[in-house]
């Protein structure tokens, strides 16, 4: 057996054949993004924050993990697909914060719909929306204890890094 480095090893060339072309939700973002960050727990777009996420397809094709980068926030995102579900079982974690969030992803018409939970239980919905070669809005909102309004925790708009 021939050994590899870590990254050889963790990253992938592609989609697994195992994952259905139909079922290819998170494809389309492998690369490198720049973000705006206008909203985060409150409106910060007069501030101006930037960040950037990376993502690659990792685990012999059959998963795609990100690498978020902010001002004070620093965290990675694991998306594996399970066939059993026909879905994509996500896991965010912020090694910073100590915040981990649990969630399943799956396309819904043009956007990409992902609901779970925070670590104590709060419902949590993440949307990749107004999603173009070159661009997508992410929105992240959590459920209100009333059980019926969703509020905004994060918005980010990427727009794909050029090589």
Do not use: C
């Amino acid at each position: 057996m021939q050994t590899a480095n870590f990254q050889s090893a963790l990253t992938a060339p592609g989609r697994s054949p195992e994952i259905p072309e139909q079922h290819d939700a998170y494809g389309w973002l492998i690369g490198s993004w720049d973000l705006d960050i206008p909203f985060y727990r409150v409106d910060i777009s007069d501030r101006r924050v930037k960040g950037q996420v990376h993502f690659s397809w990792v685990l012999e094709g059959r998963a795609v993990q990100d690498v978020w980068i902010m001002p004070h926030s620093y965290g990675t995102t694991l998306r594996i697909w399970d066939p059993a579900i026909e879905a994509w079982r996500v896991t965010w974690i912020n090694p910073i914060s100590g915040v981990r969030d649990q969630l399943i992803g799956r396309r819904s018409g043009s956007d990409i719909i992902q609901l779970g939970t925070h670590a104590d239980d709060t419902p949590i919905r993440w949307t990749f929306t107004e999603i173009t070669d070159h661009s997508f809005r992410w929105l992240g909102d959590a459920l209100e204890p009333d059980g019926v309004t969703w509020k905004r925790e994060a918005e980010f708009r990427a727009t794909r890094m050029h090589a």
